[in-house]
């Protein structure tokens, strides 16, 4: 005898389930967005302000002692970013 299978009522198809998973990975994308850009913002602005000291103390004759400002100047940028994001992100999610 031949059995007949039917589809549950609550079951989505293959196409359903890949829109799905799409939507629920954007918005997952979405919440961890902000913080994806710490790291970026960090290693820049000490590389720049390390380059910049570098520069400066090249013209200036000054060397390392621009350099150790620029890199604690990048340092100080870098956390200040990190914890502005943090603090931006939690107001949002109050």
Known sequence: MRKIFRKAP???SS???KIKNIESFAESYRKIA???NIGVVMAGSVIF???LG???????GTYPWLTVVGAFLG?????????????????KNE
């Open 75 to 91: 340092i100080f940028t870098g956390f200040y970013h990190f914890i502005k994001t943090i603090q931006s992100e939690e107001k």
């Open 10 to 12: 609550n079951s989505l």
């Open 49 to 51: 302000f390390v380059w």
């Open 15 to 17: 196409s359903e389930k």
């Open 34 to 36: 902000p913080y994806l």
């Open 54 to 60: 570098i520069t400066l103390d090249d013209y200036w």
